[in-house]
């Protein structure tokens, strides 16, 4: 990804080098002064002009050294952030675009998690392992090869402690892989704990759950803090290890090279420019350490996040899909067969028509494989087996986005936005007047509460709706439904989880709603579906009766069952009352 951006790397690479020559130029220029220095000083002169000279041209050195690594750094941070943001992007558009099933099998904790830690980690690796490795490892060969020409013999012990070093480094990152990929799954997991309890509070807060709570937080959270001290310690395990090598070398080298000065052999600037390449030499080997730990955080992360990067979606959409600006919601089941995996069939051989503008209504027993019809219609999943027509074309052949925007969704669970009740209202048609906002509301049934509120339409709603009732929730999902204008309308269990006032409510809020729209209404109610056209009974994924409500119950099946254990207790105690 970095190659993207290779003016940015070239430009930070070209410092790099610039930072590097006048910072490695430094020793030479300063043991060439000492030498002259300390000629001019046996022949009793005190050259201070040389020794200014000398100043002079360290700090201009160091000013150049100071200005590049600053651009250096600033074009390294300035990377990092550019493949970071790009990751962040691709990241997001992968979850957003990818099927379903993969959001069954993930949990928004462990997202969360990759999203945020996985790619900072990658971000802070590539400013340290991009940018810094080359650097030091540039710096090592280069200040090797200066010490050897200076002298081979004492060039050779300087270096001779680097194989040591290289070997232990090997076998921490590897150790180290292993346990940073531990605590990123411990932090995932930790981060699931909180967005479950945060969400549910007051579910946990209901059930005096709180203790409960606290100590499964607790016990994942003291396993985070263990295992990074155990990285910690790893890694100043690894770093004492380096620096001690390093300080034994320099001990060995002031030894051999104090001896090779008095016999003439080296000189006293020779000597000082092997002493300051040697505290040159330490930067690179200290620094290895935190290499090491960049590198081995970088892997771990990054073989994380392209476990999502990489996942394949089930969902395929071709290249030369077709567009349809207003369906005319003909909607044909022709042997439809799913399974959310090979082994379950949810649906089987499913066959059924839904004419324009007509009103069809699906109830079964829960688990019986309503909900998954009105997941299959818009391709939140594709089908096993068969195929759903849409005014008789396959809908795997017409565009995804096109395809959503002719259906109305309102399912069981509204979810809303902790955003104004107008954006809520408007989301999916983020262009839409105050008007049309307004308009939705009273169709829906829900401007009049909405006109009591201090700030009406603008209003901030909490998080998930929880400021809001159930059917206010319903109605404020039926009004973001009806602003699209969609051709289909498929309300999934709508009015399950409201009491029957609110449901008597939203019943009527719904038949404007329905007028000339081809609907599917899924409901395990036999209040919701008894006025639609035709009436399904789905159970285990295969149709066993079809009729009008009226039909049905002659049939004296299972619409009959359920018709008897819901609507004729509450019809036969209406009759009594009557009667008394």
């Known amino acids: 990804m970095a190659t993207r951006h290779k003016w940015n790397l070239i430009l930070a690479y070209a410092c790099m080098l610039g930072a590097t020559t006048s910072f490695l130029i430094t020793p030479k220029f300063i043991g060439k002064a000492v030498d002259k220095i300390a000629a001019s000083y046996n022949d009793g002169i005190i050259p201070t002009s040389l020794i200014i000279e000398t100043v002079i041209a360290i700090v201009l050195l160091m000013s150049i050294r100071g200005f590049l690594s ?32 993969f959001h069954d099998k993930w949990h928004t904790g462990e997202l969360i998690s990759r999203a945020i830690s996985d790619i900072e980690n990658v971000r802070m690796s590539i400013n340290m392992g991009l940018m810094r490795a080359p650097y030091f490892i540039a710096m090592f060969v280069i200040v090797s090869i200066l010490l050897i020409n200076l002298h081979w013999m004492l060039g050779i012990i300087s270096i001779a402690f680097m194989p040591i070093i290289s070997f232990n480094s090997i076998n921490v990152r590897l150790k180290m892989r292993q346990l940073l990929r531990k605590i990123q799954i411990t932090t995932a997991e930790l981060s699931t704990i909180s967005q479950e309890n945060f ?39 690894n770093a004492t290890f380096m620096r001690f090598a390093f300080t034994v070398s320099i001990g060995i080298v002031l030894l051999i090279g104090g001896r090779l000065v008095i016999n003439n052999e080296l000189t006293w600037g020779e000597l000082t420019q092997f002493i300051i390449y040697m505290q040159i030499l330490s930067m690179p080997v200290t620094m290895a350490a935190w290499l090491v730990n960049a590198y081995a955080r970088a892997v771990s992360s990054g073989e994380r996040l392209f476990e999502i ?62 909900t998954t019809i009105a997941n299959l219609i818009p391709r939140f999943y594709d089908v096993t087996d068969g195929k759903i027509l849409l005014d ?33 209202i408007a989301y999916g048609k983020e262009n839409a007047t105050i008007e049309e906002v307004i308009n939705a509301a009273k169709t829906a049934q829900i401007h009049n509460y909405i006109e009591t509120l201090d700030k009406g339409y603008d209003t901030i709603i909490g998080e998930r ?33 409201v009491d029957t006032e609110t449901e ?9 709603i ?21 009436i399904f009974v789905i159970e285990k994924g295969e149709i066993i009766e079809e009729g009008r409500h009226q039909e049905l119950l002659e049939k004296n099946g299972k619409y009959k069952n359920i018709y008897n254990l819901q609507l004729k207790p509450t019809e036969n105690k209406a009759t009594t009352t009557i009667n008394k």
């Open 70 to 101: 600053f651009w250096q750094t600033s074009l390294g941070e300035n990377l990092s952030h550019k493949i970071a943001y790009s990751l962040r992007n691709k990241f997001f558009n992968k979850v957003q675009t990818i099927s379903f099933d």
């Open 199 to 237: 969400s549910g509070a007051r579910v946990v807060r209901s059930f005096a759950s709180s203790k409960y709570e606290q100590s499964k937080f607790d016990s994942k959270n003291q396993e985070i803090f263990y295992q990074t001290i155990d990285a910690e310690k790893l890694r100043a395990k």
């Open 309 to 370: 990067l990489d996942a394949k979606s089930k969902l395929k959409e071709s290249t030369n899909t077709l567009k349809i600006e207003k369906s005319n919601g003909h909607i044909i089941f022709d042997n439809v067969s799913f399974s959310y995996d090979k082994n379950i069939s949810i649906i089987k051989n499913l066959n059924f028509e839904i004419k324009p503008g007509e009103k069809i209504a699906i109830i079964g027993t829960p688990g019986s494989g309503k």
């Open 392 to 424: 008789n074309i396959d809908i795997r052949e017409i565009n995804l986005n096109s395809l959503r925007k002719n259906i109305g969704l309102i399912q069981q669970d509204i979810f809303l936005f902790a955003t104004t009740i107008r954006e809520n």
């Open 465 to 497: 709706g929880t400021d809001l009732s159930g059917g206010q929730k319903q109605r404020i999902g039926i009004a973001r439904a009806v602003i699209l204008n969609p051709s289909i309308l498929i309300m999934d269990d709508t009015t399950s989880s």
């Open 504 to 512: 008597s409510l939203i019943n009527d809020s719904l038949k404007t």
């Open 514 to 534: 329905m007028e000339n729209r081809t609907t599917l209404i899924i409901s395990n109610r036999i209040s919701t579906v008894q006025k639609a056209n035709k």
